[in-house]
């Protein structure tokens, strides 16, 4: 059975869609089974940043109750599964959100994660995404206007019986003024799973003919390092892992090749799988730690 | 480029903002005015809890023939449950799959059939579907749980 996670934050602009989709395939390449939802049924972003828009069966249909889930579940990039919403404006008016609780309940059995997109605001289509998950993600900005929409979100969420489990710090600069991640989570009495810095490249994944996940063409970005990190919080199997795995089929595959011709292979090089330069890595042993027993609630 | 542009804002002390503190310590406030600890066994003590958590006026948990199970009001709601559990029979009779009845007057008075029971709130604004259901699915489970009830 799946876990179905909400990433919501009440504030709009925060970086949900963009942290969903990437958290999402990082998953993914840990060889989870990952569903990716659009949730946010009135404005379809997550739809827009894996290119999927266009889908002919999407969301809304399933909600109106004119098509079912299965029929809606497509093949995303970086080996996701996604649910698009729809970007109609006549369908989003008619369907009734109230349903999708049911309708990820269904498809629970198949996937090991699932996220879903949750609006900006606290609305009823929020409130749908929040009762539909397991588990609520919050995702805010380091400066009061985000932790104070987050907080009055993690209330939402109590109140419908979803859990708030940990917040997403998006877009940290480290400057004077930015709130601490200490006060952050002392505020929203929750464990921060990953702090991620503003990036230029996560702006620049919309500025794309296809526009496409960053961790899918530029794996190796500051922002992307930090959601790894998130992942692997999540699965447990780090990227150091995932490198390790590739490292090995690609020693095996060339074992099978020079097998054939009996040679010896030569070590696959750091370059053939993608290594990390040191000038792009984060410094993550800033980050506090996650456990929800490390933090010092101030009741 | 960037990355000198903030090395030099910090070494020279460029940096003129500041972590604004006032609005940290209102929005802590906010947290603590709605933390709702719901882990009662008593279940007239969880309504009210829940009344709190809600942010409605009443609630009135019945059964399907319109005895009371329990009430947040005074006179132990045997009116509310009387009047609620006919109005959503009726209704039902009417429109078989209606899930939940929302009736606007001074206040909203809203009914909802959950597992064998009928829910009946009155707020001074509507309650979605979702929170209602999340409302009578916390009430269900502690009755199932709790056989102290």
Known sequence: MGTVYALASGKGGVGKTTITANLGIALAQRGKKVLLVDADIAMANLSLLLGMHSSPITLHDVLLGESSLQDAIYDGPGGVSFVPSGLSFESYRRVDSSRLTGLIDSVKEEFDYILLDAPAGIETNVMSALSASDNVILVTMPISPSIADVLKTKIVAERLGAKPIGIIVNFVRKEKGEILPEDIMKMLELPIYGLVPYDEEIRKAFMREKIMPTILFKPNAKAIASINEIAEKLTGVSSAEIKKKKKSFITSFLNKLFSIFKRKPKQSSKDDIGEETEEESFDQNELPEISEDSIEIEK | ?149
């Open chain 2, 1 to 149: 480029m960037n990355s000198i542009k903030s090395l030099a804002t910090k070494l020279l002390g460029l940096d003129k903002t500041e972590i604004p503190k006032t609005q940290l310590s209102a929005i802590s406030e906010i947290l603590s005015k709605h933390n709702f600890n719901t882990n009662t066994t008593d279940l007239k003590k969880l309504l009210k809890l829940l009344k709190k958590k809600h942010l409605v006026d009443q609630i009135c948990v019945a059964s399907r023939n319109g005895s009371v199970i329990a009430s947040t009001a005074n006179g132990n709601g045997l009116k509310d449950a009387i009047i609620g559990t006919a109005m959503l029979n009726y209704i039902k009779s009417e429109i078989p799959k209606s899930e939940t009845v929302l009736i606007k007057s001074d206040e909203w008075y809203m009914l909802m059939p959950y597992k064998n029971k009928v829910f009946i709130v009155r707020a001074p604004a509507s309650l979605s579907t979702v929170e209602f259901n999340a409302l009578a699915k916390e009430v269900e489970n502690k009755i199932l749980k709790g056989k102290s009830f």
